[in-house]
């Protein structure tokens, strides 16, 4: 099964800045996922990032918060703008792939907004 | 849209025996997947076994087994000689086959094994 890593794997940045997360499979899929993970909460669907197209965003997060791109079939990145407390969260990479697109997941990057 | 309910927030068992988690779930979908996956205080999300609801034989890995009743829209998860690795949180998740590709999950349940 292919390997995802994550970087960074935790951070803590100040209110207002930005953070990229970067996320990097060792072989070529056409499907990822960005999905965030609040304190004690299941997991949110962020967005759908197919490389060659625009990525598709859930309901209730927008383009401009959180930014995506997908240069190629192995990485992507996830920007969280401006960010505040309520952006504290693990936010996790995941790919389809398996005979039943099945998704498997990053490690995780744990952010702290202060 | 689809919903997937845990009902169970948390549960605990001795080492060695067994525990059944349950999960259901809503769609007006006749083809689609579940799955089971398993998050360690490590983070990590790790897919534990996985259904289609077109098989009727329920799947099974290892020490894994799921009760899977389609028009109950019911879809459990045995883990039978339970041991401590098994300590984690285990989310249902449920992904509908018409080519979405995209999980919906459950709010999890917290699996604890005593020793």
């Known amino acids: 099964s292919a390997v995802i890593s994550q970087k960074p794997s935790r951070d803590i940045c100040q209110r207002g800045t930005s953070l990229t997360i970067q996320c990097q499979v060792d072989s070529q899929v056409t499907m990822m996922f960005w999905y965030r993970q609040q304190p004690g909460q299941s997991l949110t669907l962020i967005a759908t990032a197919n490389q060659g197209s625009e990525a598709t965003y859930e309901s209730g997060f927008v383009i401009d918060k959180f930014p995506i791109s997908r240069p190629n079939l192995t990485f992507s990145t996830l920007t969280v703008s401006n960010m505040s407390p309520e952006d504290s969260s693990i936010y996790l990479c995941?790919?389809?792939?398996?005979?039943?697109?099945?998704?498997?997941f990053g490690p995780g990057t744990r952010l702290t907004v202060t | 849209a689809q919903t997937v309910t845990q009902s169970q927030p948390e549960m605990s068992v001795q080492e060695a025996e067994t525990v059944t988690l349950s999960c259901t779930y809503d769609?007006?979908?006749?083809?689609?997947?579940l799955f089971w996956y398993k998050q360690p205080p490590s983070r990590q999300m790790i897919l534990v076994i996985r259904q289609e609801a077109y098989k009727q034989q329920n799947a099974t890995e290892n020490r894994f087994s799921v009760n899977f009743q389609k028009a109950a829209k019911s879809f459990s998860l045995k883990i039978s000689d339970s041991q401590l690795g098994d300590t984690a949180m285990y989310f249902c998740a449920f992904m509908d086959g018409a080519g979405s590709y995209q999980l919906t999950f459950g709010k999890g349940t917290k699996l604890s094994v005593i020793p």
């Open positions: 995941s790919i389809s792939a398996g005979l039943h697109y099945e998704q498997y």
């Open positions: 769609t007006s979908e006749s083809n689609y997947y």
